[in-house]
Structure formats: structure tokens, C-alpha cells
């Protein structure tokens, strides 16, 4: 029977690797997913990604046991002949199937009724406090407890993107268009689209979105090469302006971070009405118009525009946390350039990544994702087993020597500034430098 069997090599596997000719293979079988691409429910970016390669690791992480059962309709019928499963992948799929065993990835507890109802309380406040007070200092925490609000909605949204919170898949989907389209803004199709492929491609310069924020942001001096994005097909230019933005990167990081939710709105909009293939994209836009219609209705309540924009400016401000933690857990970590390979999954997540140390009453407040790594590793454990996996993670790092970082809140934004502080530097260093005065050379000498 095994004389019977057909193969393939590893570089044979690599040929189909784009559109209309894509395979990929699963402990040793071959699959063609060419025509599967566009129903995939995470999107087209991660079997891009990791097209023509073996991506057994990636599918473990991201598929619940019951999805084996559908991969034989895509079988070619090859094997892979010359594929070596490294060591630490033996170790991760092991690790995988024994918190598997344990029912790990099944205990969600109920952090997802204590955060809606949560939800409920802060905005019956914010709703109150807009409504039934003249005072502008109560105006002004409302607007800050509803930056909170969404914060906490986006934590909802995230799970709800990664695993099953509510009792079924429609129930899901419910809470992920009311905690992300209707509460907060943001599309749930455009987070899928970013994020999946954020997770595959954890900081490759050139495929994962989240590290690709020229002209504002840059954290390594590879991006000044003008890098071609292949998650948004566009050249990244690093130009005049954006050298200038870049150099001064590590001073304006806190600021742009405090209105960066407006970025999240448009990229939500560009989305939506483009002729891109959205998944539920009627209902996307439904939800959307909900939020643009209670959002701005508050928003007129207040008294005066002065207070409104107070409003506004405070809600934005505080959701600058959140994307502060975002950037906190990747900016400073280890980044490359190409495509990922799915034969060092857990190499790539352990470079990329880095977590943050608290308290465990502090959990609610970063919403499971200050254990980053173990998120990476395995993003369908529910965010309440992340801190009981996490030692075991980190021992593992340690068996195979790779690095597992986990730092203070405070710490973590000292690295995050001393990585965009570099690049700022060698930013300016370039020859043939944008014209200097006064407060150039001052930045440039103690910036």
C-alpha cells in the first residue's frame, strides 16, 4: 500500500504557490485549496501567506478538532516526501493535543457575560451622565468611561473573532457585530481581514499589517528601503515626509496614539465600500450605521461644541491605551522581511512577540492579550487559560532556547521608545538629509 502512495518534495509543493494554484500540505498530505480561498473563513491573506509550503502548525493553532473532517475533499492524493518536522514543532503539537485532552480550549468561564454586563453598566453611566448633568467634569469622565467602554467592547469582539463565546454560531456572530460594528465602530470584517493575517504573519515588515504604518511609524530601518506591502499591494514610499514623520517618531508615538482610533474608522470604511469580497458585508454596514447613529446622537446632547469635541478628544484618548498595548506587545520584538514559513510557526511567534507582566486582578483590563505569546501560539484558548498555560509555554521556550519576553507595563513602553528612538535616529543619518534649523539640530542632539 505504501509502494501505492504519490509524492511530492518540499520544492516541488513550492511551485503552487499564487492564486489558482495553491497548495499546501498537513502532516504529509497535499491539499489544493485554489478554489477554497474565497469561502476560507479567515480570509485570503493567510493562505497567501503560507501558500506552497507545510502548514500543519498554523492549522492546529487556528482549527478546532472537528475541522479535519473537511480537509479530504481538497486532498490531490500526493504526500509530502522530504518534510522534516523540526523539534520544537514535535513539542508545540503535543502541547497543543494535551491542552486539547484537557478540554482547555472549551472552558471559556463567563468573562463574556461579566464584560457585556459591564458594558451595560458603562453605558447606562455615560448615557446618564450626558443627559442629567450640567457638569462639565462629568461630561468629561463620561467621555472617558466610554473610551473604556470600547476597550472592553473590542476584548468581546476579539474573543468572539478567535472562538465561539456564545452558546452558538449565530449567537457569535451577533456579538461580534454588536461589540464591534455597533458598539465601537469598527468593522468585525475588517478586523478578521487585518488580524488573521497579522497572526500568520507576525512582524514580517512586508506581510503583516500591523507593523506597516508609514509614513508615521517605522521600527526598523528596512522599511526606509520603500518595502512593498503584500497584505495591502502597495509600495510603503519612504519619503521626504515620511523620513521627516519618522525622525520625530518616539516624540509624537503617545500623541498619534490618542487619535489613531480615527485611522480604525476609515480603514473600516475603505473596507466596506470597496469592491473587495466582505464577508456578511450588508451586515457589516448595518452595523456600522447603528454606531453612527447613536454615536453622534450622544455626542449632541452635550451642552456646546467646546464640550463636545472635550467629549470626543477624552473617548479617543483613552482607547490610546489599547493601542498603546497593541504596539507594546510587537514594536519592539524581533522583525523580518519575506514570507512567513510555516515550518518555524512557534520560532516566529516567540520572536515576535512580547508579553506583559501584571497582577491578576489586572487581567480585565488588558483583556488576556498581555499574554501575547500564548495568544499567538494558541489564539482559540479563551482568555482565562492564557495565565495557566503561560508557565508552561515559557518552559518550553527554555528547552529550545528561544527567547520569552515578559515585561512590566513600564517597562514594555521603555522598549517600545528605545526601538522607535533608533530608527528615528538612523532616520536622520541617511545621506541626503531634509533641510536643518534650529529646532532640527536640537531634536537631532537630544531628541
Known amino acids: 500500500?505504501?509502494?501505492?502512495?504519490?509524492?511530492?518534495?518540499?520544492?516541488?509543493?513550492?511551485?503552487?504557490?499564487?492564486?489558482?494554484?495553491?497548495?499546501?500540505?498537513?502532516?504529509?498530505?497535499?491539499?489544493?485549496?485554489?478554489?477554497?480561498?474565497?469561502?476560507?473563513?479567515?480570509?485570503?491573506?493567510?493562505?497567501?501567506?503560507?501558500?506552497?509550503?507545510?502548514?500543519?502548525?498554523?492549522?492546529?493553532?487556528?482549527?478546532?478538532?472537528?475541522?479535519?473532517?473537511?480537509?479530504?475533499?481538497?486532498?490531490?492524493?500526493?504526500?509530502?516526501?522530504d518534510f522534516k518536522i523540526s523539534e520544537v514543532s514535535k513539542d508545540y503539537r503535543k502541547l497543543a493535543a494535551e491542552l486539547a485532552k484537557q478540554g482547555l480550549f472549551e472552558r471559556k468561564g463567563h468573562g463574556t457575560m461579566y464584560s457585556l454586563l459591564c458594558i451595560a453598566l458603562m453605558m447606562s453611566l455615560v448615557v446618564y451622565g450626558v443627559l442629567c448633568s450640567e457638569s462639565v467634569l462629568v461630561h468629561l469622565g463620561c467621555g472617558m468611561l466610554l473610551g473604556l467602554l470600547w476597550i472592553e467592547g473590542a476584548y468581546v469582539g476579539h474573543?468572539?473573532?478567535?472562538?465561539?463565546?456564545?452558546?452558538?454560531?449565530?449567537?457569535?456572530?451577533?456579538?461580534?457585530?454588536?461589540?464591534?460594528?455597533?458598539?465601537?465602530?469598527?468593522?468585525?470584517?475588517?478586523?478578521?481581514?487585518?488580524?488573521?493575517?497579522?497572526?500568520?504573519?507576525?512582524?514580517?515588515?512586508?506581510?503583516?499589517?500591523?507593523?506597516?504604518?508609514?509614513?508615521?511609524?517605522?521600527?526598523?530601518s528596512k522599511l526606509f528601503n520603500s518595502v512593498t506591502s503584500c497584505f495591502y499591494g502597495r509600495e510603503m514610499k519612504f519619503d521626504s515626509l515620511a523620513r521627516f514623520l519618522v525622525s520625530y517618531q518616539h516624540w509624537t508615538y503617545y500623541p498619534v496614539l490618542s487619535v489613531s482610533r480615527v485611522n480604525l474608522f476609515v480603514q473600516t470604511l475603505l473596507l466596506l465600500f470597496t469592491r473587495r469580497g466582505v464577508p456578511n458585508r450588508g451586515l457589516n454596514i448595518l452595523g456600522i450605521l447603528v454606531f453612527w447613529t447613536w454615536f453622534p446622537l450622544l455626542v449632541s446632547c452635550l451642552p456646546n461644541w467646546s464640550e463636545r469635541v472635550m467629549f470626543v478628544m477624552a473617548s479617543f484618548a483613552v482607547t490610546g491605551i489599547q493601542h498603546n498595548q497593541f504596539t507594546l506587545n510587537h514594536f519592539s520584538a524581533d522583525v523580518y522581511l519575506g514570507h512567513p514559513n510555516g515550518n518555524d510557526w512557534f520560532e516566529k511567534q516567540t520572536g515576535g512577540t512580547l508579553d506583559i507582566s501584571c497582577s491578576p486582578w489586572m487581567d480585565w483590563f488588558?483583556?488576556?492579550?498581555?499574554?501575547?505569546?500564548?495568544?499567538?501560539?494558541?489564539?482559540?484558548?479563551?482568555?482565562?487559560?492564557?495565565?495557566?498555560?503561560?508557565?508552561?509555554?515559557?518552559?518550553?521556550?527554555?528547552?529550545?532556547?528561544?527567547?520569552?519576553?515578559?515585561?512590566?507595563?513600564?517597562?514594555?513602553?521603555?522598549?517600545?521608545?528605545?526601538?522607535?528612538?533608533?530608527?528615528?535616529?538612523?532616520?536622520?543619518?541617511?545621506?541626503?538629509?531634509?533641510p536643518k534649523n534650529l529646532v532640527w539640530e536640537a531634536f537631532n542632539t537630544h531628541g
Request: charge should be neutral; hydrophobic fraction near 40%.
Open 159 to 220: 474573543d468572539s473573532g478567535h472562538y465561539q463565546v456564545m452558546s452558538n454560531p449565530v449567537c457569535n456572530r451577533a456579538a461580534q457585530i454588536f461589540s464591534g460594528n455597533c458598539l465601537t465602530g469598527i468593522s468585525i470584517a475588517w478586523w478578521k481581514w487585518t488580524h488573521n493575517a497579522h497572526h500568520l504573519a507576525c512582524n514580517s515588515l512586508d506581510h503583516d499589517p500591523d507593523l506597516q504604518h508609514i509614513p508615521v511609524f517605522a521600527v526598523s
Open 366 to 434: 488588558f483583556g488576556g492579550l498581555q499574554f501575547q505569546l500564548e495568544h499567538h501560539l494558541f489564539p482559540r484558548l479563551p482568555r482565562g487559560q492564557l495565565r495557566n498555560v503561560s508557565p508552561i509555554v515559557e518552559a518550553l521556550c527554555k528547552k529550545h532556547n528561544l527567547p520569552y519576553r515578559s515585561m512590566s507595563f513600564w517597562a514594555a513602553n521603555v522598549s517600545t521608545i528605545r526601538t522607535l528612538r533608533t530608527a528615528a535616529l538612523q532616520a536622520r543619518d541617511m545621506t541626503g538629509p531634509v
Open 1 to 81: 500500500m505504501e509502494a501505492e502512495k504519490k509524492y511530492v518534495t518540499v520544492e516541488e509543493l513550492k511551485k503552487h504557490n499564487k492564486p489558482g494554484d495553491l497548495w499546501i500540505s498537513i502532516q504529509n498530505k497535499v491539499y489544493d485549496v485554489s478554489d477554497w480561498i474565497k469561502d476560507h473563513p479567515g480570509g485570503d491573506a493567510p493562505l497567501l501567506g503560507l501558500a506552497g509550503q507545510d502548514v500543519t502548525d498554523a492549522f492546529i493553532a487556528y482549527h478546532p478538532g472537528t475541522a479535519w473532517q473537511y480537509l479530504d475533499r481538497f486532498f490531490t492524493g500526493y504526500y509530502l516526501k
